[in-house]
Structures are given as C-alpha cells and as structure tokens.
C-alpha cells in the first residue's frame, strides 16, 4: 500500500536533547512538509521541500531543521533550540497539485 | 495575501441532523480550496476539494462543498450526520502566490450527539 509513515508514534525527550522525527513516503512525490500542531492554533508550516536536496523555511522554522537527501525521506529534527517543542508533528507530501496527503503524526513530548 | 477564516471553533449536532461548518476565503487569485478531517490523535484525511471546475464538490463520507465566489464562502455541509462524523475540520486555500503553500483555518470541532 502506498502512503507516509511517521515513526514513532510517541516520542519522549529530556529538554536539551535533539531529537529526530522520521518522515517517509512511497508514493512518489516530489514535495514534501512538515508541521506543527497545537490546541486551537491549526497547523504551522516548519519546513517544506519541493526537490531532493533542496528545502526552504516555513512560518515556524527556528529550532528546527531538516535534510532531503532521498525523494522518499524528510526526517525533521527538533533541536535544543526550540523553546516549546511539545507538540504534535505532521508530515505531508504531494504531487505537483495542491493537495496534500498525511502520515499519521508524532506526539512529541519534551520534559 | 491569502488567509480562510473557519467562522465556528466549535458545532454541536445531532445524530441524524444536517451539519453546516462555515468557512470563508480571502484571495487575490481563482483559489484552490480544501477541506480536511482529522479524528482525535490521527493525521489529516482530504475531505474533498475545489480546484475551478464544478462549484458543488463532492467528497467522501457523504460531505460536499460549494464555493460561491461572490460571498467568498466555501462551506462543508452534510445532510445527516453520523455519530463517526464527531472530528476536527479545517479548511484550507491553497496560496497560489507563494509557491502553493497551504494556508490553514484554526479548525472547527464537530460534536455529535446521540
């Protein structure tokens, strides 16, 4: 079956720690997104990236970063540097149309 | 610049009753727009959407759209609702003036009662 994969579904951190969140797709999509979700605040774009090797900021990307050294992969890390990175983390990708299609997300938590 | 306003945080229906979640758009392009579900602790499914075809779209699970350019509207209803309709809904344009990127509604809770 095609899709995308987030792995692991819960996540626990020391703050402090980076920590990484896997990302992957087989449906042979070109683009591909991360993003953030808090209570009532709807999702934030992190980090897209629309070609391997090549991504760009989206409206949250301090204390994160990413690579895209493979089409099907876009592993998202959340560094020490993010000031509130308990929340939950979606993964999208997509053709060159707009929609978008989600992984199943990871609930970070960072104590 | 692009932005969609979901005019409900939260709508509260009986079993069996239509369901209206309102949303409204602001573009200075012909928009494409979305709606997309999302049940508690899972990702995000497409409902349906609107890309300048037909005006009336029809998505899965029995919901439809209809976008009115003169209103800016493009409200999801459903003429009965089921006890697994109880989901977070968002709306969502897509901002063809900056690379296609999403923009996102804050999202309307749907609770469904028996």
């Known amino acids: 079956d095609g899709g995308i994969t987030q792995s692991p579904k819960y996540l626990f951190r020391k703050e402090g720690q980076n920590v990484t969140l896997s990302c992957e797709q087989n449906?042979?999509?070109?683009?591909m997104y991360w993003y953030r979700q808090d209570p009532g605040q709807g999702l934030r774009l992190i980090y897209y990236?629309?070609?391997?090797?090549?991504?760009q900021k989206g409206d949250i990307a301090e204390g994160y970063s990413v690579s895209r050294e493979k089409k099907e992969s876009f592993p998202l890390t959340v560094t020490s540097a993010q000031k509130n990175p308990t929340a939950f983390y979606l993964c999208?990708?997509?053709?060159?149309?707009?929609?978008?299609?989600f992984g199943p997300g990871t609930r970070l938590t960072v104590t | 610049a692009q932005s969609v306003t979901q005019l409900d945080s939260h709508v509260s229906v009986s079993e069996g009753t239509p369901v209206l979640l309102r949303c409204n758009y602001s573009?200075?392009?012909?928009?494409?727009l979305f709606w997309y579900v999302q049940h508690p602790n899972k990702g995000l499914q497409l409902l349906l959407k609107?890309?300048?075809?037909a005006t009336l779209v029809k998505g899965i699970n029995g919901f439809e759209a209809e976008f009115k350019k003169s209103e800016t509207s493009f409200h999801l209803t459903k003429p009965s609702a089921h006890m697994s309709d109880a989901a977070e809904y968002f709306c969502?344009?897509?901002?063809?003036?900056?690379?296609?990127?999403?923009?996102w509604g804050l999202g309307t809770s749907l609770a469904v009662n028996p």
């Open positions: 573009s200075s392009y012909s928009p494409s």
């Open positions: 990236s629309q070609i391997v090797n090549d991504f």
């Open positions: 969502v344009v897509s901002d063809a003036g900056n690379n296609r990127k999403l923009i």
């Open positions: 449906l042979n999509h070109d683009a």
């Open positions: 999208a990708s997509s053709r060159t149309s707009d929609e978008q299609y």
């Open positions: 609107y890309t300048s075809a």
